[in-house]
């Protein structure tokens, strides 16, 4: 006890005491477990063989097997490498070019129904991703696609495909990058508002045009504020599974992320736990790269950031005769990434899988609904997702609130590994999370394997969004404030609980409720992790899906929609910027 | 050179619309530097940001050299770009991206045609050396202070030698030390280079000792326009009274007209009478407000044997200031401020005499 009272020293002001040692130790402790445990465990796997075993099963060996054979296999370098480098940069690339101009025509001009426009913007973001490929491959199956239907039809082609093809690199890269478009959008437009307005101002008082003043003062100023959001899209396209798997796959594209999944789920063999442990590993060290390049590049974006004046918004920018146009691009992306699906979904569900006509009206049926309310599995789902994201948010907010705390105000040695670990936890894939927490709690007999714990336990890992959070918000209280509760007597406990987090009541809800909105569409971790007892409705939609049981699919993709409106008003009220 | 009639700008905000400003006419002179005093939130940096094109009014005109660069009636808008003028914000606006050399060339970079390389050079050194920012020109500007990002950002206001300079609360960001410092730089700077100047501010000091004229604000209109002696001096009302400087406000009655101009005056509760230069109108029995500069009151310790004006009163406090001393002082049920000369001997409960000139009342009609 000394030892960590020791090392929370240097601090000044009043005395942690006893329940304050135990609190911050038990955060530090337990974040470490989360993020490092799993990790360590998938690193030792790597090492442990033979491959029709489990890593730590008593017979199981150490072998450096498993990464010869993954780093000599020319599939690696022929498709694996090149393919996932493809996909995560056309779709990085077509997401930026979206994002950038839906946060500026947001941010920056007088497009009427600005607020409706950056809800719905946010959409893909609530949902999870699976849901949306199943809509987007209802939307552009090559045969059976609504759209391709539809235009097949206003040609009068009759029979045939096409012409569009989902199931290809770039249906692959136009989807991903759709639904990476909200990430970004609020990266972007988190940066146009810190820009401080008087910097153009000063421009146009120099005698600048708004087009020069747009390219020599904004566009260099962002720079460092887009490139960083850019970095970490990369980083989190390069991870995707979802698409990958619903769409690339029948496409014969070969992502890392899906060839991790498909060594552990093998068609025919048994899984092989090193194998897949050994191909995570380098894209681990390509994460942490991106990282520490994210982190430069942010510290540049911040020393961008001058002195503000007295908030003048700057005067938007008139429209006139771009503001159709300018509606027209934002409800076509509005169509494809939002309306559309929900409407497909719905349609689906209630009329069976073809394209709109009046005859199918009088076939409605609510058949798929009545037959899932019917199962307790889905029940259950329903349960195991709240209780997964609701307890994983939880866990993670009060965890990476204190290691904010410990960030912001102590003097504690080792507080930047600390910090570096917690924000590495972004990097961290979903494939690989669950990877690793799968083989974690197979080897430990503590019995959480196939229940809802291991997922809770699983999920919670993401500390990054939650420190970074809490400890902006942290850093706006003077520490004063909590000097003046010592000097009236408060212990650190009173003094955190009376006074800390009511005022850091906004951080702390927001990164609940964003850690909420991760946990509620994860469905990679909870695939890997699946068993009879701790489906979530992402899982459900996925096996229904995989049997060709489109309606009830669709039924599930309409009744997570309809649960996500509460967060919608949730998120609203804690998570986005007020615009006026 | 500046001319501003009726200016008017309302904003629309979602509890309804805010008028920032309200009708306000002024004339700035050939080279003379105008100020534009207020508290904040009276409208002086929204008229300012009019009159640079930032904000775009809805009704009067402004015109610059004679040339009308805003008149909503007329349709009429320059935009910003279009107008010759220097500004200095309040944040200063350096661009984190540029160093300071191309910081201060930016406004000739960006000229239509563009001045030849050579010419740039010589300008933004010349400019960068009447800052005293010449050794600093390859630096970059997210590594200079901000009494330097100041410089900066006067040095580029100036380069391309507007009609107008404006200068929105420019010294609000530094520490004292440093604003009386820049404060008597940028003097020196202006009348040296003698350009129009209106310069926004909330600082009474900084208005009174560098402008030519001020306009004094409240809530969207002008309240009194006129030399810094002038205002301080002879206030229009008790707001312009008490925002410049500090003042003893008393509340009286007439007794009588003693002249033409002179009067007696009952102070309120029977603390005493005080002679005054009544303004015309003013008869027995109208109750008004007497303003009395702390620094216009004489205080002794000894009963003075002319006993004309005097008050006397009983100490409550002496603030001891270095070379002079802050005294309160209780005169029946009121409380006087005065300035005394450091070698004032007293003490709380001490008696004190208070004298003032009828020339250093100034009185307003009414009282509350």
């Excluded at chain 1, 929370?8 to 974040?31: H, K």
């Excluded at chain 1, 022929?78 to 025509?105: D, M, R």
């Excluded at chain 1, 999920?459 to 850093?475: D, E, H, K, P, Q």
């Excluded at chain 2, 410089?151 to 010294?171: G, S, T």
Aim: aromatic share 10%.
């Amino acid at each position: 006890m000394a030892a960590i009272a020791a090392l929370f020293s240097g601090r000044r002001g009043g005395d942690l005491g006893l329940g304050g040692i135990l609190a911050l130790g038990t955060a530090v402790v337990a974040a470490l477990y989360f993020i490092s445990a799993p990790l360590l465990t998938l690193v030792l796997s790597s090492f442990r063989g033979p491959e029709d075993m489990l890593p730590f099963e008593d017979a199981a060996v150490w072998t450096l097997g498993h990464f010869s054979e993954v780093y000599t296999n020319p599939v690696l370098y022929k498709e694996i490498i090149p393919q996932t480098f493809v996909f995560a940069f056309g779709a990085v690339t077509f997401s930026f070019i979206i994002a950038f101009t839906l946060a500026w025509l947001v941010e920056r001009t007088d497009i009427p129904g600005r607020n409706f426009i950056f809800t719905l913007i946010l959409f893909p973001l609530l949902v999870p991703t699976l849901m949306l490929g199943i809509a987007w491959v209802f939307m552009f199956g090559p045969n059976a696609g609504w759209i391709n239907q539809g235009i097949r039809f206003i040609f009068g082609v009759e029979a045939g495909g096409g012409p569009f093809n989902i199931f290809s690199m770039g249906g692959l890269i136009m989807t991903q990058g759709a639904a990476l478009v909200p990430f970004v959008f609020l990266l972007l437009t988190a940066a146009l508002r810190s820009m401080n307005p008087s910097l153009e101002e000063a421009s146009a008082a120099s005698g600048a045009s708004p087009i020069t003043t747009f390219f020599r003062v904004t566009i260099p100023i962002l720079r460092p504020g887009i490139l960083a959001p850019l970095i970490l899209a990369f980083l989190i396209a390069m991870e995707q599974f979802e698409l990958p798997l619903i769409i690339g796959l029948p496409a014969r594209i070969n992502v890392f992320a899906i060839r991790i999944f498909f060594e552990l789920s093998p068609d025919t063999d048994l899984p092989v736990y090193g194998r897949a442990a050994a191909l995570a590993l380098p894209f681990l060290g390509i994460g942490i790269l991106l990282l520490l390049a994210y982190n430069h590049m942010i510290k540049r974006a911040d020393s961008f950031v001058t002195v503000t004046g007295k908030g003048y918004r700057p005067e938007r920018f008139k429209l006139g005769k771009w503001k159709w146009p300018s509606l027209i691009f934002v409800g076509v992306f509005l169509s494809f990434a939002a309306i559309l699906p929900a409407l497909v979904l719905l349609w689906t569900s209630l009329f069976g899988f073809n394209a709109p006509s009046l005859a199918a009206l009088s076939n409605i049926s609510f058949t798929p609904y009545i037959e899932l309310f019917q199962e307790v599995r889905f029940y259950r789902a329903v349960g195991n997702t709240f209780v997964v994201a609701g307890g994983s948010a939880v866990i993670v907010t009060l965890i990476g609130a204190m290691l904010a705390w410990i960030l912001v105000r102590t003097k504690m040695p080792g507080r930047s590994i600390l910090d570096f670990i917690s924000f590495f936890s972004i990097g961290i894939p979903s494939v690989i999370a669950g990877l690793a927490a799968m083989l974690l709690y197979l080897s430990t007999p503590i019995g959480v394997y196939g229940t809802v714990w291991v997922l809770i336990l699983a999920y919670s890992y993401r500390f990054a969004v939650t420190t970074r959070l809490n400890r902006a918000g942290l850093m706006q209280l003077h520490k004063e404030l909590e000097e003046a509760s010592y000097a009236a007597g408060g212990t650190w406990l009173t003094t955190v609980r009376r006074i800390v987090l009511p005022l850091m009541g906004p951080s702390i809800m927001a990164s609940m409720v964003l850690l909420f909105i991760i946990g509620f569409r994860e469905f990679t971790i909870p695939l890997i992790l699946m068993s009879e007892d701790n489906m979530v409705l992402s899982v459900i939609l996925w096996r229904l899906f995989e049997n060709l049981e489109l309606s009830k699919a669709a039924a599930v993709g309409v009744l997570i929609i309809i649960f996500v409106i509460p967060i919608i008003f949730l998120m609203r009220q804690f998570l986005l910027p007020k615009t006026e | 050179m500046l001319s501003v009639k009726g200016l008017t700008k309302t904003y629309e905000t979602p509890e309804g619309p805010a008028h920032a400003v309200k009708g306000i006419d002024f004339e700035v002179g050939e080279g003379e530097f105008y100020t534009l005093l207020g508290p904040s939130g009276c409208g002086k940096t929204t008229t300012l940001r009019c009159i640079a094109g930032l904000e775009k009014p809805n009704d009067g005109e402004i015109s610059i050299d004679g040339v009308i660069v805003a008149k909503p009636s007329d349709n009429l808008f320059a935009p910003t770009h279009h107008r010759n003028i220097g500004m200095v914000f309040q944040s200063y606006a350096i661009w984190p991206h540029l160093d300071v050399f191309n910081n201060v060339g930016y406004p000739l970079q960006v000229r239509k045609p563009r001045p030849p390389k050579a010419e740039i050079n010589d300008l933004v050194m010349n400019a960068l050396e009447q800052v005293g920012m010449a050794d600093f020109a390859k630096r970059p500007a997210t590594k200079i202070s901000g009494g330097q990002q100041q410089r900066v950002a006067l040095a580029r206001a100036l380069v391309r030698r507007p009609q107008l300079l404006l200068l929105d609360e420019p010294l609000s960001n530094l520490d004292a030390k440093l604003r009386e410092q820049m404060r008597i730089e940028l003097e020196e700077m202006v009348a040296k280079i003698a350009i129009t100047t209106l310069y926004v501010t909330h600082d009474q000091s900084e208005a009174l000792s560098m402008s030519d004229r001020v306009a004094v604000m409240s809530d969207g209109l002008i309240v009194q326009e006129d030399e810094p002696r002038a205002i301080y001096g002879k206030p229009v009302n008790e707001f312009v009274a008490s925002f410049l400087g500090t003042a003893n406000i008393i509340n009286g009655t007439v007794a009588e007209r003693t002249g033409d101009d002179k009067g007696v005056v009952i102070i309120d509760d029977d603390v005493g009478q005080l002679n005054v230069i009544l303004s015309n109108g003013l008869a027995a029995g109208d109750a008004l407000q007497i303003v009395v500069r702390p620094e216009d009151i004489h205080a002794t310790t000894e009963q003075p044997a002319d006993q004309s004006n005097i008050l006397m009163g009983v100490v409550d406090l002496l603030n001891y200031q270095g070379g002079y001393a802050e005294c309160f002082v209780h005169v029946g049920a009121i409380r006087v401020r005065c300035i005394v000369h450091q070698s004032l001997r007293a003490k709380p409960g001490d008696k004190i005499w208070l004298s003032v000139d009828p020339q250093h009342c100034v009185i307003f009609s009414g009282n509350t």
